[in-house]
T-cell receptor
Framework: GAVVSQHPSRVICKSGTSVKIECRSL??????MFWYRQFPKKSLMLMAT?????????EQGVEKDKFLINHASLTLSTLTVTSAHPEDSSFYIC?????????FGQGTRLTVV | QQQVKQSPQSLIVQKGGIPIINCAYE??????FPWYQQFPGKGPALLIA?????SEKKEGRFTISFNKSAKQFSLHIMDSQPGDSATYFC?????????????FGEGTQLTVNP
């Protein structure tokens, strides 16, 4: 099946710094990718829809200046958490559509200390 | 109207049992209903999906039952094994609109005891 690779799987950063998470579709082109946030024992919460070559669409309540999304190619989308704070600590997951199926990355555990 | 309600929140069965997880939706425009399995610290993986033109779909030990008039669908896991212990999410989307975004249920934590 199609593969979506997310990197890094785990990152610890200091409060106030920025962290970039990469999401790549390895064997298919994805014009649309999605970024989710997941709290412990909770469901996936859609943060934004990333569109290749255009601006991302953010869900209500998600700060676009804090969570910068870039979708520069058909196989790569990046999420940058800017000026991270401890409350940004979470599990971030990307997804890309291949046909009608959505394939998910392995997730990134972000810890802000 | 975009919500998908999932139950139960948690479920414990013995090996060989048949856990059943239920989901209900409101938006009749949804036309794609996948189920995902998620292990701790990992991203969700697609298990099985159904379109509303069929009432049942079976893949291996996993079966989706779909009731269009009731706007409900469920996942059955036959001959469950301890390795099936995970969190299961139902989802729904409109394939041709909304960027094909998925709306997820709240999740069910399944434990299969040996």
């Amino acid at each position: 099946g199609a593969v979506v690779s997310q990197h890094p799987s785990r990152v610890i950063c200091k409060s106030g710094t920025s962290v970039k998470i990469e999401c790549r579709s390895l064997d298919f082109q994805a014009t649309t990718m999605f970024w989710y946030r997941q709290f412990p024992k909770k469901s996936l919460m859609l943060m934004a829809t990333s569109n290749e070559g255009s601006k991302a669409t953010y869900e209500q309540g998600v700060e676009k200046d804090k969570f910068l999304i870039n979708h520069a190619s058909l196989t790569l989308s990046t999420l940058t958490v800017t000026s991270a704070h401890p409350e940004d600590s979470s599990f971030y997951i990307c997804s890309a559509r291949g046909g009608i199926q959505a394939f998910f990355g392995q997730g990134t555990r972000l810890t802000v200390v | 109207q975009q919500q998908v309600k999932q139950s139960p929140q948690s479920l414990i069965v013995q090996k060989g049992g048949i856990p059943i997880i239920n989901c209900a939706y409101e938006n009749t425009a949804f036309d794609y209903f996948p189920w995902y399995q998620q292990f701790p610290g990992k991203g969700p993986a697609l298990l099985i999906a159904i379109r509303p033109d069929v009432s049942e779909k079976k893949e291996g030990r996993f079966t989706i039952s779909f009731n269009k008039s009731a706007k409900q669908f469920s996942l059955h896991i036959m001959d469950s094994q301890p390795g099936d212990s995970a969190t299961y999410f139902c989802a729904a989307s409109m394939l041709e609109t909304s960027g094909s975004r998925l709306t997820f249920g709240e999740g069910t934590q399944l434990t299969v005891n040996p």
